[in-house]
């Protein structure tokens, strides 16, 4: 496959490698971006994000909390920023996460197939569709998720006037203004610094494997590693990966408001289960970031001029 500039291009802003790095794994790959990046991460000249980190489509998230035990996040896009921040399309969105909230469905084709709630002579397909027609803009209802505390509450926590969404669920068995508070300041945490999993716990031996396999040959590509015995090599890999871990995982983070910059999440939950007497823990998160994966489409005004002259 012959390998474009516009590929290496691609690939450099994805990874932050160099060019000619970027052309050589693309080469080494038969141009597959995915396998680029997997070999620009194994050598050591790429850091672990991939092209869903850095694109955005435009929308809105908004959570809604239907009581102490009940919450729902939803991501509504659209196509530009300008219709992002139109009320009528900022109402819908509501509607949207009321809907959401209200539900039972256990998937997007069955929420869309409900009965919309503001107008029962409706689904939340068709509305979606007369939202499309009054905004004259293709709008989507791209995800949504309801958590309902058994044992314990939900806090939401929602930032940058709708570009993050944040649920918290803890359990707990003191609800107070105190434990509230912690949580909310916890699903500010979530926002900031995207945690993937609550605890080490919940990291699936499929995740510990792949990035073990990445470290690896990170070290076998170090100048600094060569000779080295296996017992020190199995040593780095491991500290790497705990190192990697306590960033992916929320109780293992440091907690950004902490007063010594030392504490962890955990020891923060920890802290305020032993002030407020409460039996305290945070069961699961979720967090929702506009555009997430989406290709956002860009526009070159003067190549759309020039396109239109040449017609």
Same mark, same amino acid.
């Given at each position: 496959? *012959? ?13 932050g490698?160099? $060019?000619?790095d970027?052309k050589? #794994? ?17 050598? %050591?000249?790429? &850091? ?10 435009? %929308? ?5 909390v ?9 991501? /509504?896009? @659209? ?17 949207? *996460? ?9 998937? $997007? ?36 998720e309801?958590?309902?505390?058994a044992?314990?509450?939900v806090? @939401? !926590? ?9 649920? /918290? ?17 916890? #699903? $500010?945490?979530?926002?900031?610094? @995207?945690?993937? !999993? ?5 990291v699936?031996?499929? !995740? ?15 100048? &600094?590693m ?8 199995? %040593?780095?890999v ?16 440091? !907690? /950004? &408001? ?7 999440v955990?020891?923060?939950? #920890? ?10 823990? /945070? ?12 290709? &956002?489409?860009?526009?070159?005004? #003067? ?9």
């Open positions: 496959m *012959a390998i474009t500039a516009g590929m290496v291009k691609e690939l450099r802003e994805m990874t490698a160099g $060019m000619m970027c050589k #794994a693309l080469t080494e790959t038969n141009g597959d971006m995915e396998a680029a990046v997997e070999v620009l991460r194994k050598k %050591g000249q790429a &850091k672990a994000e991939t092209k869903a980190n850095r694109i955005a489509a435009e %929308g809105l998230c908004r959570v809604v239907k009581d102490e035990k009940t919450a729902a996040v939803v991501e /509504v896009n @659209s196509e530009t920023d300008f219709v992002a921040k139109n009320e009528e399309f900022q109402n819908f969105v509501a509607a949207v *996460a009321e809907q959401a909230v209200n539900s039972d469905a256990a998937d $997007m084709d069955a929420f869309l197939a409900e009965s919309w709630n503001q107008d029962t002579s409706k689904t939340v397909r068709e509305a979606l569709l007369s939202k499309v027609a009054v905004i004259g803009e293709n709008l989507s209802i791209r995800r949504f309801k958590i309902v505390a044992h314990g509450c806090v @939401s !926590y929602t930032h940058g006037g709708g570009r993050i969404g944040v649920i /918290v669920e803890a359990d707990t068995d003191v609800i107070n203004d105190a434990v509230k508070e912690a949580l909310t300041n916890i #699903a $500010m945490q979530i926002a900031a610094l @995207s945690p993937k !999993y609550v605890s080490t716990a919940d699936s031996e499929e !995740y510990k494997a792949h990035e073990k396999e990445i470290l690896m040959a990170q070290i076998a590509n170090d100048p &600094k060569a000779g080295k015995p296996e017992k020190v090599i199995e %040593g780095a491991t500290g790497r990966l705990n190192k990697e871990l306590k960033e992916v995982c929320l109780l293992e983070q440091a !907690y /950004v &408001k902490a007063e010594d910059g030392k504490q962890t955990a020891q923060y939950v #920890a802290q305020v289960a032993k002030e407020t007497g409460a039996n305290l823990s /945070v069961k699961r998160f979720v967090r929702f970031e506009t555009g997430e994966g989406l290709e &956002k489409k860009e526009e070159n005004f #003067a190549e759309e001029v020039a396109k239109q002259m040449n017609q």
